[in-house]
Each structure stands twice: as C-alpha cells, then as structure tokens.
C-alpha cells in the first residue's frame, strides 16, 4: 500500500481526499464496533422503540419482526463496510471503479430504506 490513499470521492467517482494508509483500518474498526452492538442489542428487543403499541397478544410477533430486522441490518452493514473497504483498496492499487462507486451508495441507501418500510409495513400489518 502506498503512503496516502484516497479516502474521499465526489459523485462522478474522482478522488478528492487522501488519507494516511492507515485510515483504511478505520472501515474495519467502525463496522466491528457496530456488528457487536447490534449483536448485544438485538438481545433486548423490548427496549427497542416500535411503530405499534406492544400488548401481550401482539409482543412476539413484534419481537420476532424487529429482531429480524436487525439481524438483516448487521448484514447490510458488514457488506457495506466490506464493500467500502474493497473500494478504498482498489482504488489505492491504481483500479479506477466509477460506475460501482457511483451505484454503491444509491443502492445501500435503496436497501437500508426499503428494508426499514418493508418492517413498518409488516409491523402495523400484525398489529
């Protein structure tokens, strides 16, 4: 890995930031911070904040919903950072990748979204 490495891209996929080489760990560390503290929360799902009111007929199936969620979250989130980092290395290795940059985050974003609407709808649906 050279010295500097690019750390930043605009929205047609040019570089416009560098960073030590060292701030390629900083992907890894967040995405493993993240990974264990929705692996600990996902252990409580009654302190979570729901969309419905939670009564006892309705308590598993909310439960059962919203720890899938973040089960499909950490997912999301581990391929986001593995897609990130994939980025920055190539990217520091010479590859130029605009298309896929530019896709990556509309994408993540589409799915994030869309996953979140689809547990609302099926949340207040089972209510």
């Given amino acids: ?3 500097t490495v690019p750390t ?3 929205l047609k996929g040019e570089i416009d930031g560098y960073g030590s080489k060292y701030t390629l760990l900083y992907p ?3 995405s493993l911070v993240l990974y264990i503290g929705l692996t600990i929360l996902n252990r409580y799902p009654n302190a979570f904040n729901y969309a ?4 006892g007929e309705n ?9 899938r969620l973040v089960r499909w979250l950490k997912w999301v ?9 994939c980025f920055l290395v190539m990217s ?11 896709l990556f985050a509309p994408v993540t974003l589409v799915v994030v979204f869309g996953s979140l609407g689809y547990y609302l709808y099926r949340s207040t649906k089972a209510q």
């Fill in 52 to 55: 419905v009111e939670i009564t």
């Fill in 77 to 85: 989130v581990m391929l986001t950072f593995s897609g990130l980092e």
């Fill in 28 to 30: 890894v560390v967040v």
């Fill in 8 to 10: 930043h891209f605009n």
């Fill in 1 to 3: 890995m050279p010295d």
């Fill in 92 to 102: 520091a290795s010479g590859h130029h990748l605009s298309l896929a940059m530019l």
């Fill in 59 to 67: 308590a598993q199936i909310q439960y059962r919903l919203a720890t």
